[in-house]
Structure formats: structure tokens, C-alpha cells
């Protein structure tokens, strides 16, 4: 399953309130034990994301098409 990161955020969310609405102690641990594996996998997955895009290689060089070429 692939969420975005709108749909992390609204899960995050859900769980913070969730954590804090909650009057169990063992609940609200399970809850806060969920929001921190989902916060870890977050961060991972932008740690990889900035990575892949410095890894990314740029020459310097940029090809700009004109598109109007033939109005002339």
C-alpha cells in the first residue's frame, strides 16, 4: 500500500489526537508506539528521497526547444 505524504500527515494527526483523548495508559502506548515506527519510516523515506536526489548528476547544460520555429 502506498500513501502519500497527505495521508501520512492525517494519520499522524489521527494518532496525536488519538494519544491524547484517550484515558487507557496501555492504549495511549500503543498509539505512541504506532506514531513513532510511522515517524521513522517518514523520515526514512525523505532521507532516501534526498539522497536519490543528490546523487542525481547535472552537467550544466540545458536544451530549450522552440516550439515557434515556424512562424518565421
Do not use: C, P, W
Amino acid at each position: 500500500m502506498n500513501f502519500t505524504s497527505h495521508d501520512i500527515s492525517v494519520i499522524e494527526k489521527a494518532l496525536r489526537f488519538a494519544v491524547n483523548e484517550e484515558t487507557n495508559t496501555l492504549k495511549q502506548n500503543e498509539y505512541r508506539e504506532v506514531l513513532s515506527k510511522l515517524q521513522n519510516i517518514s523520515m526514512e523515506a525523505m532521507k532516501r528521497a534526498s539522497i536519490a536526489t543528490d546523487d542525481m548528476q547535472v552537467d550544466g547544460f540545458r536544451l530549450d526547444y522552440d516550439d515557434s520555429s515556424y512562424l518565421y
